[in-house]
């Protein structure tokens, strides 16, 4: 093929040039700027973004296809972007040359979380580079940097990585708990032990219910279904190509299915719904997978090393987020809760509730180790704590002299050097409710009436000024523990202008604006979209 080009035809009328997978990849980087891996033509055939054409035992794809899709997909984003948001996006900090495994590295995927910042930027702010459009540095290695809306801890751990102190502060103690979490030394070897035992013990109360029985039986009827009705790649490049109305055909067969599904729990006599719903986890969850939760957090009350209990509380709390009775496509933000097999959307198919959390309390178990691992070959011996308390009114050196009297000898020494945060949006996220079966599960106290900004205040005019205050009284008080010469970086999406009025009131200026793109928010929201770096000084 290298010399001699490969025609077929789809049908009698249309000849269509045809490339090897490995060939469509060098193709399509050249016609994209970007590199396109093999890997990445094998996603387009999988899920029917292109048609798969076989000839004489190998795999090749249509160069019209390829085309179609990367001029449809592709296109010229900064353009477009900027012509919706202003010719002012600096889309040198939209980061979109890190990969996805580069914006989550090693214990920044601890755990999902709403709202949190890319690593990459935070490091950009508070590293020592200068270029075009960072003229200045704002922090050196040994200073302290403040985030007063901590989250799930970015700030700390990219502080940690370029040798500054930190110190952050979140109302939620499920927040302070992930943060610290991140930042924490181990004993791996003791984590392993315990995990390992605690998988032994789970596997054997599973294997001795008939619910094992039940899903090994229920997940291999699912899969000739699947096959049957909706076999990889043909079904998904028949929708593609408007050839099966997926809403009408999906309900038939999702609809035939649950009629299997009823009698194999009737036969096993598997108890699907909580006899209560009276907290998110009695609601949220499958009987067999609450047992199982529950379970698993009586194991953990009984280590004694606090360090080691917290870290495995996270893989708890990571492993029960994924195992919601919730589809696929609504994990991130829940509707009703699904009991019952499901025409997923995500993977185009039927997809069945789970009946173990052994898959991914492994998963994550495993996953959490290593990125301990990654994380520590990169860690500097720097100082970094997350604090839970109000903002608005902590005394910051006080909590510091009682938890990290080291910590404190330094901010007493030179002071905090600035803040790096991204305060919570107007209306947009309530924090405590993103995280609610942890709250209920491990009994943390909550606090949601202390939230600035929250999604049940909303967005009108009372909740602005609320915001407004809420923030600038922040300021003020951390303002205390600053250096005279201090820098404030606040991340926003200020579509209220609300950012010059809280200045103001915080005694600042606001002397630079970083506009940047953000890229892929979510799966379901990739419009154009954009924040603002906000720098703000001493008035």
């Not at 910042?117 to 200068?130: A, T």
């Amino acid at each position: 093929m290298n010399e001699a080009k490969l025609f077929l035809f789809d049908n009698e009328d249309d000849q269509k040039e045809m490339l090897s997978i490995k060939e469509a990849s060098q193709w399509a980087s050249n016609f994209t700027g970007k590199k396109v891996t093999i890997s990445n033509i094998s996603y387009l055939i999988q899920y029917g973004k292109v048609k798969k054409y076989d000839y004489n035992g190998n795999v090749f794809v249509s160069i019209n296809d390829l085309e179609n899709y990367y001029n449809s997909f592709n296109g010229k984003r900064e353009l477009l972007w900027k012509q919706q948001l202003g010719e002012d996006l600096n889309w040198a900090l939209s980061f979109e040359q890190y990969k996805e495994a580069e914006t989550t590295k090693h214990v920044h995927r601890l755990h999902p979380y709403k709202g949190k910042f890319i690593p990459q930027l935070v490091e950009y702010f508070l590293d020592s580079h200068i270029d075009n459009f960072k003229k200045e540095v704002y922090f050196q290695k040994g200073d302290v940097v403040l985030d007063p809306f901590c989250g799930s801890g970015t700030t700390l751990v990219q502080a940690n990585e370029l040798g500054i102190h930190a110190i952050g502060i979140d109302i939620s103690e499920f927040n302070t708990l992930i943060s610290n979490c991140k930042i924490n030394k181990y004993n791996l070897y003791q984590i392993g032990k315990e995990i390992d035992q605690i998988t032994k013990k789970l596997e054997l109360l599973f294997a001795n219910t008939p619910i094992k029985e039940f899903d090994e039986l229920l997940t291999k009827i699912l899969y000739d279904f699947n096959n049957e009705h909706f076999p990889v790649p043909e079904y998904k490049y028949k929708l593609h190509r408007g050839e099966i109305d997926e809403e009408q055909y999906s309900k038939k067969k999702e609809n035939e299915f649950q009629k299997i599904y009823y009698n194999l729990v009737k036969k096993y006599n598997v108890q699907l719904k909580q006899k209560k719903e009276e907290k998110f986890i009695d609601k949220w969850y499958i009987q067999p997978i609450r047992d199982e939760i529950e379970f698993v957090k009586k194991e953990i009350e009984t280590i004694n090393d606090e360090n080691t209990k917290s870290i495995i509380k996270i893989i708890l709390s990571r492993t029960m987020r994924s195992c919601r009775a919730t589809t696929h496509s609504d994990l991130a933000t829940l509707k009703n809760p699904i009991i019952t097999p499901y025409y997923c959307t995500k993977h185009g198919k039927i997809c069945k509730p789970l009946f173990t959390i052994i898959k991914w309390w492994k998963t994550y178990s495993n996953d959490t180790i290593k990125r301990i691992l990654q994380f520590d070959k990169l860690r500097t011996n720097t100082l970094q704590i997350c604090l839970t308390g109000d903002s608005r009114t902590i005394d910051i050196l006080q909590e510091i002299e009682f938890k990290l009297p080291e910590l404190a000898n330094i901010i007493k020494e030179r002071k905090i050097k600035g803040i790096f945060s991204s305060p919570p949006y107007v209306g947009l996220i309530d924090y405590h409710q993103q995280h609610a079966y942890a709250y209920d599960l491990f009994g943390f106290e909550r606090k949601d009436e202390l939230e600035i900004g929250p999604l049940f205040k909303g967005q009108g005019k009372d909740a602005r000024d609320s915001y407004i205050e809420g923030i600038s009284h922040v300021l003020l008080n951390c303002k205390k523990y600053l250096a005279v010469d201090y820098n404030v970086f606040l991340v926003a999406n200020d579509k209220y202008n609300l950012y010059p009025i809280i200045a103001e009131k915080s005694g600042m200026k606001i002397v630079n604006l970083f506009k940047r793109p953000v890229l892929n928010r979510t799966e379901k929201d990739k419009g154009a979209y954009s924040e603002i770096i906000f720098h703000l000084k001493e008035k």
